[in-house]
């Protein structure tokens, strides 16, 4: 839940204005990668190189000798340092992976954002036109682990489509009873036909080819300012999509069990069949997602799918800070202080809350509707 703001009109349309001039002056990558085979996309900052090492050496422990996978970093800020880890670690004979500063195509845009996300969230809606010799792309979060071969997704038919994408079970389980703003937002104000078609966007297809054909970058942009959405540039994406995207089984976009909370308390009001093909993930998950405002395995050993994080962090460059935080958060003032804020929201004060304000009860919706008047936010 948002307090939703506006940005002025006049605003947003000289911003898309100014997207236009630098991104379409733009004729090549500037990559020295084939780009002739799986092309994988993360868009990251520097204070999260570890994370994206991580889900890294997950696709090259998984790479297959027959395939040529080039990784494709999206960034405003990362240190010639990073870049040079991450090359070394990508420098066996068929994984390379190359990096592009996205500032050239936003200058000074403003990209809205909230709570835990950052704006490089946004960067996915460049990637058609930042690499325009490129017709088809994996777009990755860098919160995962991919515990397969990436090239089996990469490989789903998206033909005729803008993108393929895993129905989103958490957003389902919202609309179906946990928090019943979240259907008519997505109806009304998303304008999507039936928001039981959302889908989540940390793991995607990309038909970059149709989506350059159908989607200016001018739109993308005008559509991220014109207001701050819940989900940011996923309801973008979603909006401009509106459910005709090709289906991709949950299992290569298993949402953890955030906070062991998930699974029982927001996708258990989904329909059967979201529910059930959750739990088919769960049990084989090709692609792990750590998404969540908290309960990163970095910082929660206990947390869900963290035995897979840990064991592809172990052979990351990164592995010592990786620990290093992990211990910072279990050792000093800040750290414990932030474990404690944890303990009682999501151990105290929601668990009572679902207790007293049972999904699809008169009393839960208007403690929800007076929590998005006070200015509530999704965290």
């Known amino acids: 839940m948002i307090k939703h703001l506006r940005m002025p009109a006049h605003k947003a349309e000289s911003q898309a204005q100014a997207l236009s001039g630098t991104m379409l002056a733009s004729s090549s990558t500037g990559l020295d990668l084939p780009l002739d085979d ?145 259907g008519p937002y997505l109806e009304n104000e998303l304008g999507m036909d039936d928001p039981h078609d959302y889908f989540q966007a940390g793991v995607l297809v990309m038909n970059l080819a149709e989506l350059r054909r159908t989607v200016t970058p001018e739109e993308f942009l005008r559509i991220s300012t014109e207001r701050m959405w819940r989900w940011l540039d996923q309801d973008v994406l979603n909006k401009v999509v509106n459910g005709h995207y090709v289906r991709v089984p949950m299992k290569w976009n298993y949402l953890m069990d955030w906070q062991h909370l998930r699974r029982t308390h927001i996708i258990a009001n989904a329909p059967d069949d979201v529910r059930e093909e959750y739990e088919q993930a769960r049990q084989d998950p090709k692609i792990v997602h750590f998404a969540g405002p908290d309960n990163r395995p970095w910082l929660y050993p206990d947390a869900d799918g963290a035995d897979l994080f840990w064991d592809y962090a172990r052979r990351s460059p990164y592995l010592e800070e990786i620990r290093a935080q992990l211990e910072d958060s279990r050792a000093t003032a800040k750290g414990l202080a932030k474990r404690l804020q944890v303990i009682v929201l999501y151990k105290g004060i929601m668990p009572a809350f679902d207790k007293t304000c049972p999904g699809g009860t008169k009393r839960r919706r208007a403690v929800i509707k007076t929590y998005m008047k006070l200015g509530g936010s999704n965290l």
């Open 38 to 182: 799986v092309v994988i996309v993360f868009a990251c900052s520097e204070s999260f190189v570890p994370y994206l090492s991580v889900a890294t050496q997950s696709i090259v422990d998984n790479a297959s000798t027959s395939r040529r996978y080039d990784i494709i970093v999206l960034t405003r800020d990362l240190s010639p340092t990073s870049m040079i880890t991450l090359s070394r670690q990508t420098k066996g004979a068929n994984v390379g992976i190359g990096f592009l500063d996205v500032d050239a195509a936003l200058g000074d845009i403003v990209l809205p954002h909230h709570g835990h996300f950052r704006p490089e969230t946004y960067f996915r809606l460049l990637a058609p036109q930042l690499l325009p010799n490129v017709d088809k792309a994996i777009y990755l979060d860098s919160d995962l682990i991919v515990n397969a071969d990436i090239a089996e997704l990469y490989d789903t038919d998206v033909e005729g489509y803008k993108l393929g994408a895993t129905r989103d079970a958490d957003t389902i389980g919202q609309i179906d009873g946990y928090d019943e703003s979240v």
